[in-house]
């Protein structure tokens, strides 16, 4: 073959720009440049192999590591793969491979993510980080002589015929003022442990060290970073379960080992292959997801795989590996289109396949690890319709003894007990038993059956199990009476008077404290005389939307509003029928004739605002307007004095404080002073 002549020239991209853009609008990416080139450096060395195998190569392989090594201040990858001819690198170098150059700046200058890739620009990446990028390489092919090419970050290059010794390339960067930490030894063993550590080809940094005469000092053996056959490239069948979970380790050594996994390998309609690992989690969602490492022929590309796998799964941890989904140009980007949305559906099917195979395979052992599993299945089946259908079959309900369920199980369980009387079925729950024991014990007196709801996702779910389920509602055990919550006939009259009824509200709210963001309603309730004489309730509803406040930014109206309790008298109970007796007593004589005059003034108001009801707003005349404030003041001061009494009466009344402050411990909200307070007046009563 002719000798190659010294040659310069213009690298095929008309315009100038293209060596500022990759630099600067690249910069947060620019580590990547280190994959790429090692990238190119493998696929070199494997296409040798192959060329190897059909005997189009028949020399010595000999060594086939891709080496890197730091040289001062430049960085070289090496390899002992094709290597280039000059026709070659005029092709695959100098010749981008794109046309129309000006229109492609043009159209990605300000999109950083589109720059390398879609055109062959990987090894361009080198360019982010050097002053000056030179090639040295030598083809196998016997008649091509080696060639250097360098060029200094402008289209301008010089090529020109050089002696190599060996087959392959070496790629060497003289790294700028900028990028130094490019030549430090921690950061390439960074980076390459990141981008490189499960590549198929051997790639090799320094040598390794061992500790002698108080220091680490330099072995013969070589460096080796890369596991060369990671678990998933292995067959299922070669693997046990100790593999499986070492690998785990391997990818998250503090992690506790994983609850099982899922093994991967399709190759229809598209290529995918991987290990899904379900870890243990128990809350912190946030903290847990972007474990799951994508790469594309063992390169590590991202662990932002929200693309590529549903949203709920992304709490799962692992590795994919793909040919088909599609990268741009920094391989670090997903592009969505249909072959990417096929890999999440078939994700998500074999996820589902695994789970109700454990279930139905083994139930002691899914039961086992259903706490564990919990916060993945309600995340699926909060997110993914599909998802739901087949997870129905195999979610469990927890109840507070222990025992679990599948839904349909258990809406045969209680659908005779705990049927209301207009046909809702009521699933109780509770999320913190040992606060809510006696609700919980005065549920399971009726029959009932009480659920255990304390996962991150039990709230959530609620309304999606209340909108999948016609004529079912959940409801905390704590959120009323229990006779209230499972209304199995009309209410019992509660037998006292509307006056009785004012004293009482007024005689325990003088008592109740005064907590932040907390608002306390007294009711009365006829609950028979065995059931507690106090007790305090919180509204379904409301403490639901807080809940749901708490993890939907959306609702956070609903964070900022109160807690609201209600603090129901049972009428039928001896205690609450002393403090009526005592009350009555005390303060008839003085409350009668203000009493009477707050129900002549009540008719008074009536009177006023009936006829005022019948009149146009402009109709009603300033006198008439000054008559009905004057009622209303007057009725707040007869209110007041009349309140006043019931409070007066209160303050010193021991069993008022003892039967709230019970309503309060029960719920875990008597504490510090208060506490204090209750122990010393329960020895005192006793």
Known sequence: MAKQEKKQGNIGVTSENIFPIIKKFLYSDHEIFLRELISNAVDATQKLKTLSSVGEFKGEAGDMSVRVSIDGKKLIISDRGIGMTADEIEKYINQIAFSGAEEFVDKYKNDAASIIGHFGLGFYSSFMVSKKVE????????????????????????MTETSKNERGTDIILHIDDDNKEFLENNKITELLTKYCRFLPVPIVFGKKQEWKDGKYVDTEEDNVINNLTPAWTRKPTDLKAEDYNSFYRELYPTSEDPLFWIHLNVDYPFNLTGILYFPRIRTNLEM????IQLYCNQVFVTDSVEGIVPEFLTLLHGVLDSPDIPLNVSRSYLQSDQNVKKISTHITKKVADRLEEIFKNDRAEFEKKWDDLKIFIQYGMLSDDKFYERAAKFAMFKDVDGKYFTFEEYKKLIADQQTDKDKTLIYLYSTKPDDQYSYIQAAKDKGYSVLLFDGQLDIPSVGLLEQKNEKSHFVRVDS????????????????????????????????????DKTDFVVSFDALGAESSPVLLTQSEYMRRMRDMAAIQPGMSFYGEMPDSYNLVLNTDHNLVKRVIDDEEKACLEKVTPLINDIKGWEARQRDLREAQNKKKHDEITEAERQDMTDTNRKLDELREQRNAIYADFAADNQLISQLIDLALLSNGMLKGESLSRFIRRSAEML
Not at 288 to 291: E, I, L, V
Request: hydrophobic fraction near 30%; proline fraction near 6%.
């Open 288 to 291: 847990h997801k972007n474990k």
């Open 135 to 158: 090639i040295v390489t030598k083809s196998y092919r016997d008649d091509a002589p080696a060639m250097k090419w360098s060029c200094d970050g402008t289209p301008e290059y010089q």
């Open 480 to 515: 009323d009476t229990i006779t209230n919550i499972i209304r199995k006939d009309d209410a019992p009259a509660v037998g006292i008077t509307e006056d009785r009824r004012n004293a009482l509200q007024e005689l325990f709210r003088s008592k109740l404290p005064k907590i």
